[in-house]
């Protein structure tokens, strides 16, 4: 080989993982700390490359079980954020909103669309059930905006009488 290739005096030499762990073990390498450090990294990644490769679940095949796999959906929580008046007509034009209100009381609601509310007076608690029941319950109050997701089932627990402006996208 060195004789059909006169300029190189010895066969280029391939690096191995081991190669540069056995240099390291024998002590060849200098021992500047970014040159450990580069090493030590680059066999971190290698590992954990080859770790997730090898780890990541993979799907049933056809004519495989899956009995006892849960599917978990996450669905978007209530948003709330406290507000002014002043900042909620200026940001969203809430006082040209509808408005709604209730007295103290209990009772199950469907939204058929995302709901953004400005709530002017009152306070409730928005409890999500049935596929939304993983969701947390929200506290809404005077001053806060709040954004109820499309298709989210509920309870409305109303403990001061509510009154608010609303818009459905």
């Not at 580069?38 to 997730?52: E, S, W």
């Not at 978007?76 to 007295?103: F, H, R, Y």
Request: hydrophobic share 40%; proline share 7%.
């Amino acid at each position: 080989y060195a004789q059909a290739v006169p300029r190189l005096a010895q066969p280029p030499k391939f690096v191995s993982q081991l190669d540069i762990w056995m240099t390291i073990r024998n002590r060849q390498v200098r021992r500047s700390g970014l040159a450990t450090l580069v090493v030590l990294a680059a066999g971190l990644l290698v590992f954990n490359v080859t770790f997730v490769a090898t780890s990541t679940p993979k799907a049933p095949g056809p004519g495989q079980l899956t009995r006892g796999t849960v599917a978990r959906h996450f669905k978007p929580s209530i948003q709330v954020e406290k507000m002014s008046k002043e900042e909620a007509n200026k940001k969203l034009g809430v006082s040209s909103w509808p408005t709604w209100g209730c007295d103290v009381s209990k009772f199950d609601w469907a939204y058929s669309g995302t709901e953004t509310a400005y709530i002017l007076e009152g306070e409730v608690t928005v409890t999500p059930t049935g596929e939304w029941a993983d969701v947390e319950s929200a506290e809404i109050k005077a001053g806060d905006l709040a954004t109820f997701p499309d298709g989210m089932t509920c309870v409305w627990d109303v403990k001061k009488p509510i009154n608010k402006h609303y818009n459905f996208n």
